[in-house]
């Protein structure tokens, strides 16, 4: 089991930057594929990128392609979302998650961080 901690979230104006990082508790976080989900007021949690175990594979949700990069650094148990071009539609508690490997759906991850806050101001 991994305990994940979020962090990185704020407030910040449409067209910034943010970068969340997500930290792991365990040596062994190098087994598990990771993964970012994004939950707005009202909405469903959703997928927003993933990243395999080896780092060597991304996927992104569609709407934030081109703008949003997940990074992972193993030796420091460690995964990044780096989040450009930022748009009030991303406003939204973010959320790591760990797994087997890479999905979209959310209760195909064992482990999810407490989540931080993201807020695009118009």
């Known amino acids: 089991q991994v305990q994940l901690v979020e962090s990185g979230g704020g407030l910040v104006q449409a067209g910034g930057s943010l970068r969340l990082s997500c930290a792991a508790s365990?040596?062994?976080?190098?087994?598990?594929?990771m993964a970012w989900f994004r939950q707005a007021p009202g909405k469903e949690r959703e997928f927003v990128a993933g990243i395999s175990r080896s780092g060597q594979s991304t996927y992104y949700a569609n709407s934030v392609k081109g703008r949003f990069t997940i990074s992972r650094d193993n030796a420091k148990n460690t995964v990044t979302l780096q989040m450009d071009s930022l748009k009030p539609e991303d406003t939204a508690v973010y959320y790591c998650?760990?797994?087997?490997?890479?999905?979209?759906?959310?209760?195909?991850?064992?482990?999810w961080g407490q989540g931080t806050q993201v807020t695009v101001s118009s």
């Open positions: 998650a760990a797994g087997l490997r890479v999905e979209i759906r959310v209760d195909r991850y064992e482990d």
């Open positions: 365990r040596r062994t976080f190098s087994s598990d594929a």
